[in-house]
């Protein structure tokens, strides 16, 4: 087993959504992940902190990502635009390798409770993320709580989309998420 291969945190989730899909969450050991990745259970720890951590395994650079496209939206944009600039941005980190995984991520949150919580969780932090970086642009906190949570909706769903799409396509990511916030834009319209 490769101690110091690059590319150890990749496959040690490929690994995981796999042995995820084929037997379960519950089922699913660490030394399993470890060995069907070729690296040893001291890499994993190194890592994640246990297996459940592997499907958030980007959240932190996602956050980031939100964060610095909405700080560095044009001064006059408005809070759904600067949220737009953020989704752009955070789209540009995901590749084909997300977008092969995702129907197989899916299906393993869906089969266990453990990990529609942590899925939960993960949209309550990039939504935290979205709006502290509005915030910090001097949007009020109702106007920045709304557009954050706004900008978790529209990734979810682009990402639900993209995912779904061709997968030998070149069609990026950006363009669903954006869509999707145009859809919720004009949505939250109707709400009179």
Do not use: C, N
């Not at 519950?26 to 459940?52: C, L, N, W």
């Not at 990402?159 to 990026?172: L, V």
């Amino acid at each position: 087993m490769g101690r110091w291969e690059p590319g150890a945190r990749e496959r040690l989730v490929v690994a995981a959504v796999d042995l995820f899909t084929e037997q379960g969450y519950d089922a699913t050991t660490v030394a399993q992940i470890a060995e069907r990745a070729g690296v040893t259970k001291s890499t994993f720890f190194r890592h994640f902190p246990d297996k459940r951590e592997l499907l958030v395994a980007g959240q932190e650079t996602l956050s980031r990502l939100l964060a610095e496209g909405i700080a560095d939206a044009p001064a006059g944009a408005s809070p759904l635009e600067a949220v737009a600039a953020g989704l752009e941005r955070a789209s540009s980190a995901m590749g084909p390798v997300s977008r092969e995984l995702a129907p197989r991520l899916k299906a393993a949150v869906a089969a266990s409770a453990e990990l529609q919580e942590r899925d939960a969780l993960k949209s309550v932090s990039l939504a935290a993320a979205m709006t502290t970086a509005l915030v910090a642009r001097g949007i009020p906190d109702p106007t920045a709580a709304l557009a954050g949570e706004l900008g978790v909706l529209a990734f979810k769903r682009g990402y639900a989309q993209w995912s779904e799409g061709d997968r030998d396509g070149k069609d990026e990511l950006a363009g669903y998420t954006l869509a999707a916030l145009d859809e919720l834009r004009a949505a939250s319209t109707s709400l009179g």
